[in-house]
């Protein structure tokens, strides 16, 4: 109930952010542009629009997870309003719980409006409907919960603006952990090659999440391949948050 | 009158903003078309910097789908622009094989890459080049070893190797009704302008778009003059 509460707060607060707005405005438009700019393919305006359309809500939810996650807890620290939260009888885990519930809420409702205009414009375009679109939205959102759990765990101990480096850092390295892991296998030495396995292995790939190419040539998908990025997502998120939730614990207020 | 109201001192601050807007949003063209004449960075310029597909890849932190969809459009830009001047194309083949390193699934450039090449730049050796490294990147798609056994037909006139991909195509789910047909004639070496005329015929129904549509229009016009050609001279 309390984490509810919180989540809902947190919900209310980002909608209203004009820093939301303007973001989810600008990621509409370059959706809706990408029909324009499909029109100047030859015979490829589905694809196009379903590539762009894709791209453009990953990476715009991606930026309002970090731009909003980092700010979460350190906005509540600087106005000192969580003094009076943490002096109620409320946890502080379901404090920072409510907030990553709230952040995600958020971005579920302005992904879902980007993915709905995609999934239009792509039906308008091909004249059929592509299911599969809405797999692959599914899939890159867990992947924005991944960066949204990274940006909190962040904010617990860091100033924004290094949370904001540090998670969009963190959001490269997963993106390219697939071609790195690739570059290292070619080129580098056992050293580095063992190095790079290693950090492969702890920071998030954020590469199993992509379906989308699959999606947009029309080819089967695994379904135990997403069922098994889900449930690396799943629980690379509740890891995060435990993470999380430890150093806030042992923050002092003082 | 009117200058006594805009010179209230309430008005000054609005009339200066005003004013300075209009200045700046004046300046705006002029400076434009300055920016414009004096940037040194041509349309082609543009595309002899473009970066290697691996750097592409890394740039394009994953987003490998959109980054091919942009160079695909920058390609039919390119290959628009000198169909309509000189007919030359060096960088063509550079930028199509920069788009299928992006993105090796995209079937529709080895095949339309293939026309580019083919029937503008008259590179044909590019034309199979990329066919079949398309062919190998896809083994389960029909379209391109069936797009391989057309140029060999039609424009390199080996029979052999139109003959083995056609063999391929038969093997692959979705291929066009009339391969098996092709692959007997072709055993049999009988009706070649037929069934020149029916894989143009086939281009022409399946084409996406009005320039593929068009391209295999000219050619079907061609043949069913030197088919009407053929059987005038037979008649005398």
Not at chain 2, 43 to 64: K, T, Y
Not at chain 2, 94 to 114: C, N, Q
Not at chain 2, 190 to 203: F, S
Request: charged residues 20%.
């Amino acid at each position: 109930m309390k984490v509810q509460a919180i989540a809902l707060n947190t919900f209310r607060e980002a909608v209203r952010d004009r820093i939301l707005t303007s973001v989810l405005a600008f990621a509409l438009l370059l959706i809706a542009a990408s029909a324009i700019l499909a029109s100047l393919s030859i015979g490829q305006e589905g694809k196009i629009v379903k590539d762009l359309g894709l791209a453009s809500s990953s990476l715009f939810g991606t930026f309002i997870a970090i731009f909003l996650g980092i700010g979460l807890v350190s906005k509540e620290i600087e106005r000192r309003t969580v003094y009076t939260i943490i002096a109620k009888p409320v946890h502080r885990f379901q404090f920072l719980l409510g907030k990553y519930i709230g952040l995600v809420l958020t971005l579920l409702v302005t992904v879902g409006v980007m993915v709905l205009l995609v999934v239009g414009l792509a039906w308008a375009v091909d004249g059929h409907w592509t299911p599969g679109l809405l797999a692959a939205a599914g899939l890159d959102f867990l992947a924005l919960m991944i960066v949204t759990a990274v940006a909190i765990l962040f904010s617990t101990f860091s100033t924004p603006t290094l949370s904001a480096i540090f998670t969009l850092a963190i959001f490269v390295i997963g993106r390219l952990s697939g071609d790195l892991r690739w570059f290292a296998e070619q080129f580098a030495g056992p050293g580095l090659r063992r190095a790079i396995q290693v950090l492969y292995l702890i920071l998030p790939d954020l590469s199993r999440f992509q379906i989308g190419p699959q999606v947009v040539h029309g080819l089967p998908l695994s379904t135990a391949g997403i069922v098994w990025a889900a449930l690396y997502g799943v629980v690379y998120i509740l890891v995060l948050l435990l993470l999380a939730i430890g150093v806030f614990q042992r923050r002092d207020f003082k | 009158m009117i200058s006594e109201t805009l010179l209230r001192p309430a008005r000054i601050s609005l009339v200066a903003f005003l004013l300075a807007f209009g200045l700046l949003v004046g300046a705006v063209i002029p400076l434009h078309r300055q920016a414009l004449a004096r940037a040194g960075h041509s349309f082609e310029e543009r595309i002899w910097l473009l970066p290697p597909p691996p750097a592409l890849r890394v740039a394009s932190l994953g987003f490998h789908g959109m980054a091919a969809d942009l160079v695909w459009l920058l390609t039919i830009q390119y290959f628009g622009g000198h169909v309509s001047t000189d007919m030359q194309f060096p960088e063509l083949r550079r930028m199509l094989e920069t788009v299928i390193a992006l993105d090796p699934d995209f079937v529709e450039v080895y095949s339309l890459g293939a026309l580019f090449l083919n029937y503008f730049a008259r590179d044909v050796r590019g034309a199979i080049a990329l066919l079949e490294d398309g062919a190998r990147a896809n083994p389960t798609r029909w379209e391109i070893p069936h797009d391989l056994a057309r140029t060999y037909y039609l424009d390199l006139k080996d029979s052999r190797q139109a003959l083995h991909w056609f063999e391929v195509t038969d093997r692959l789910s979705g291929r066009p009704h009339y391969v098996p047909r092709f692959i007997a004639r072709l055993y049999a070496a009988t009706g070649e302008r037929d069934t020149a005329l029916e894989l143009w015929q086939a281009m022409r129904d399946s084409a996406t778009s009005e320039w593929v549509r068009e391209l295999a229009m000219q050619e079907i016009a061609k043949l069913e003059g030197q088919i009407a050609d053929e059987s005038r001279e037979r008649m005398r």
